[in-house]
């Protein structure tokens, strides 16, 4: 059981290559690792942008994914957390240094000395790179990996574990809820994730978009209605009206556009990293005293209370189930913001394309 195991994956070898097969060998099981069979992996646009190289430091070959859900297949000897067949999954986050001020306060995303991410990072050892969900397993240290509420299907909990937990502590950092108006700008992964959390967390909720066909969709999902942002009539009618936006967008764009929706003191919180800077006029943020602000993905222990969260209200994605020979297309898909709301990848479908 302590040897190396060979899992079969889909990699990218270069940022210009589509991706491919490719087999992987995971590490020996550890004493404190719990060793998880995917089932389900979801298709986040950070993975897009890290196999494109996007963000500069891509490390290849890459296995993309972090938003990975399976049971637990073996656990090492001084394992205490999970037991073999439990429900679990594996988020952003794979382990990070434990004893910074960060890690101390649980917001193990912001390690001092560097958290190791699921993908194209390295282990704690930073020699060792990891890596992500479009594979068959995957070996971790079992601090990192999440349990799955049992009345959560799989399939469209996976995506909780980065667009999931990305929106929703945000949401709870800045106090979102009643009596607040709130604003969800792109309605993607992440994006319709926020409207369901915004909504269930009882605030007033619209949706920012630049695509009026998914209107229907936005209220089905707990918006109160949508700004097309194209239309500078309605953009207008909602001017300093927003206590608090959220921000999604994967692409460059104006950010003075949407700062003139918020109210006096109000909110901008980007979770979008487009591939290159935004240009901004700071009398957007001067007049009316408003703050704008970033948040990436949330710590282990909010991670497990969003899932809780989701749990007791029914949260899940909506998600377009692919197999995973259809990764390149699907990439290509959400790049025109043609995805209803979050590919996730039938890891069975790993080995038989
Ligand atoms: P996604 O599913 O592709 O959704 C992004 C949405 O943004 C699109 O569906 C579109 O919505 C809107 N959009 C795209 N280009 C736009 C433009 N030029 N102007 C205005 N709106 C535009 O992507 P995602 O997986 O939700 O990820 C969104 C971003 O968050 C990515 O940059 C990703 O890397 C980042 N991310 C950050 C964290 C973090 O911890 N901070 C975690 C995960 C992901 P409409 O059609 O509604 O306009
Ligand atoms: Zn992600
Ligand atoms: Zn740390």
């Not at 001092?112 to 995957?138: H, R, V």
């Not at 929703?168 to 319709?192: A, D, E, F, M, N």
């Not at 909010?302 to 949260?315: A, D, P, V």
Request: net charge negative; proline share 5%; glycine share 10%.
């Amino acid at each position: 059981m302590n040897l190396p195991s060979t899992t079969k994956a889909y990699a990218a070898l270069a940022p210009t290559t589509p991706l491919q097969p490719y087999n992987l060998e995971r590490r020996p099981l550890g004493t404190h690792d719990v060793a998880i069979t995917i089932e389900y992996c979801g298709v986040c646009h950070s993975d897009l942008h890290q196999v494109r190289n996007e963000w500069g430091g891509a490390i290849y070959p890459m296995v993309p994914g972090h938003e990975i859900v399976g049971h637990v297949k073996a656990i090492g000897s001084s394992v205490s957390k999970f037991s073999i067949g439990d429900r679990v999954g594996v988020g952003v986050i794979v382990d990070s240094c434990r004893c910074c001020s960060a890690c101390e306060e649980h917001l193990e995303q912001f390690c001092e000395k560097g958290a190791s991410f699921t993908y194209n990072s390295m282990e704690q050892d930073k020699k060792t790179p990891t890596y992500g969900g479009y594979s068959q397993e995957i070996i971790t240290t079992e601090d990192f990996v999440l349990p799955i509420p049992e009345n959560l299907p799989l399939a469209t909990a996976a995506p909780l574990l980065c667009a999931g937990i990305t929106t929703y502590s945000p949401l709870r950092h800045w106090k979102v809820g009643v009596g607040q108006k709130v604003g969800i700008i792109g309605l993607g992964g992440l994006g319709h994730l926020g409207v369901k959390f915004a909504h269930a967390l009882g605030a007033e909720t619209y949706v920012i978009t630049t695509s009026a066909h998914k209107r229907t969709d936005a209220l089905q999902l707990g918006a109160q209605g949508i700004l097309l942002s194209s239309d500078s009539a309605c953009m207008a009618a909602h001017a300093m009206s927003f206590d608090f936006i959220l921000s999604t967008i994967s692409a460059v764009h104006h950010l003075d556009d949407y700062l003139k929706l918020l109210k006096r003191d109000g909110t901008l919180v980007t979770v979008g990293l487009p591939p290159q800077p935004l240009k901004l006029d700071l009398s957007s943020v001067i007049h009316g005293r408003k703050t704008i602000a970033g948040s990436m993905i949330g710590g282990i222990q909010e991670t497990e209370e969003m899932l809780k969260f989701c749990g007791e209200k029914n949260i899940t994605a909506d998600i377009e189930l692919i197999p995973i020979n259809e990764i390149n297309t699907a990439y290509d898909r959400m790049l025109r913001g043609d995805v209803h709301y979050r590919f996730v990848i039938d890891i069975a479908s790993l080995g038989k394309e």
